[in-house]
Each structure stands twice: as structure tokens, then as C-alpha cells.
């Protein structure tokens, strides 16, 4: 699986949009690029997913570059309860492999 | 529609003794995956089941099995337990809809085992 790169921390105020980065330079072709968070004792969940176009979605946006190389999770409003690990992963389309690949992903704080 | 349930959610065992985890997925998803969560590897993918069959695995011992029955359920097994296996352990399930490519995994809320 190709890799991603995410800053281990983020810190955000109540109410103001987060841009939370993720590189991902060795991104194929035929590589989704998922986001997960994970609240404070729970398990992962979904935020959104995408290939080549922007995509958006009640939680969030995914803004992706020109050559895939990187991507943005944007939360238009933090608020406290989008405290919590986010997770950019890659997963290769096709066929059906359920392995997500995590990393360390970003922690994001949101302060009131 | 109901989440993904584990049960139980907290267990305390001894080194050497053995364990076993279960998971219902969400009505309907046939897939199921298990990972293991710690402080200081993050969260490893440990195998997927589709119809009662494992179709990936990760990179665990042999002590670390798994089964799948024909309502989806699944059980993940953890022989000779070592201090390293004290982790969360996720289940994540996932069904397949028309014509998307790509379906979310739906986790539950996880076991937290410890081994003393």
C-alpha cells in the first residue's frame, strides 16, 4: 500500500474552518483516498472518500490536488465534538479488499 | 439499523491463558475485519472474513485465528496470550451496495484486553 504523510497534531478554535493536509506522493492510479477519524474511546469511522475530483459530504470536504499527490480534509465549522485522530488512507479500487492501511494520523484538538 | 456490537468490552487475562473475542456486524454486511490497536504500533489490520472464509491477513503470529459463521458473525482467538497482545481489539464490518465501488467499513467500539 502507498503511503501517507500527516502532521501529528493540529490545534483549531470552535467554530472556524481546519484544513487538515495529507501528502501521498506515491499515489497510483487506481488509489481511493479515504479518511477515517476516531473519537476519544470509539472505534474509527468514515468521514469521506474520493479519486480525482473534489467531493463533499454532511461532515466534510475533500479537496484533492491536480497530480493526487496530496489531498485536504476540510471541516467547514470544528466543533468540540470533531476532536479526534484523523486518518488518510489509500486503498486501491477494485476487487474486494476491506484492508484499511493506517498511519499514525493527525490528532486534532479544537479549542472553545 | 444496529452498529457493529463486540463483546465483551473489557477482559483481564494472564499471560498463557487464551481468549476469545466476538463481533456481530451490522445486519446484512457479510464482510468483517478485525484489527488490534496499541499505543505504541497504532492500528494493524489482523484478518478479514467474507462468507466464512478469510480472504486477507495481516502480519500476526499464528496465535492470532479467526472464523466467520453463516450469519456473519465472527470470532477472533488469541492463543497463549503475551503481555504485547494487551491492546483494543476492533472489529469492522461491511456490506455491499449497488453500483458504488467502494463500501466504509463500520467499526464497533472494541475490546479492551488486558494481560496481566
Known amino acids: 500500500d502507498a503511503k501517507t504523510t500527516q502532521p501529528n497534531s493540529m490545534e483549531s478554535n470552535e467554530e472556524e474552518p481546519v484544513h487538515l493536509p495529507c501528502n501521498h506522493s506515491?499515489?497510483?492510479?487506481?488509489?481511493?483516498i479515504h479518511w477515517y477519524r476516531q473519537l476519544p474511546s470509539q472505534g474509527p469511522e468514515y468521514v469521506i472518500h474520493?479519486?480525482?475530483s473534489n467531493v463533499n459530504n454532511r461532515m466534510a470536504s475533500l479537496a484533492i490536488a491536480e497530480d493526487r499527490k496530496s489531498s485536504t480534509l476540510i471541516l467547514h465549522r470544528a466543533t468540540l465534538r470533531d476532536a479526534a485522530v484523523y486518518y488518510c488512507?489509500?486503498?486501491?479500487?477494485?476487487?474486494?479488499?476491506?484492508?484499511?492501511?493506517f498511519g499514525k494520523g493527525t490528532l486534532l484538538t479544537v479549542n472553545p | 439499523k444496529a452498529g457493529v456490537t463486540q463483546t465483551p468490552r473489557y477482559l483481564i487475562k494472564t499471560r498463557g491463558q487464551q481468549v476469545t473475542l466476538s463481533c456481530s456486524p451490522i445486519s446484512g454486511h457479510r464482510s468483517v475485519s478485525w484489527y488490534q490497536q496499541t499505543p505504541g504500533q497504532g492500528l494493524q489490520f489482523l484478518f478479514e472474513y467474507f462468507s466464512e472464509t478469510q480472504r486477507n491477513k495481516g502480519n500476526f503470529p499464528g496465535r492470532f485465528s479467526g472464523r466467520q459463521f453463516s450469519n456473519s458473525r465472527s470470532e477472533m482467538n488469541v492463543s497463549t496470550l503475551e503481555l504485547g497482545d494487551s491492546a483494543l481489539y476492533l472489529c469492522a464490518s461491511s456490506g455491499r451496495l449497488a453500483g458504488l465501488s467502494y463500501n466504509e467499513q463500520f467499526f464497533g467500539p472494541g475490546t479492551r484486553l488486558t494481560v496481566l
Open positions: 474520493g479519486l480525482t
Open positions: 506515491t499515489i497510483s492510479g487506481t488509489d481511493y
Open positions: 488512507i489509500l486503498r486501491r479500487s477494485g476487487g474486494s479488499n476491506y484492508k484499511l492501511t
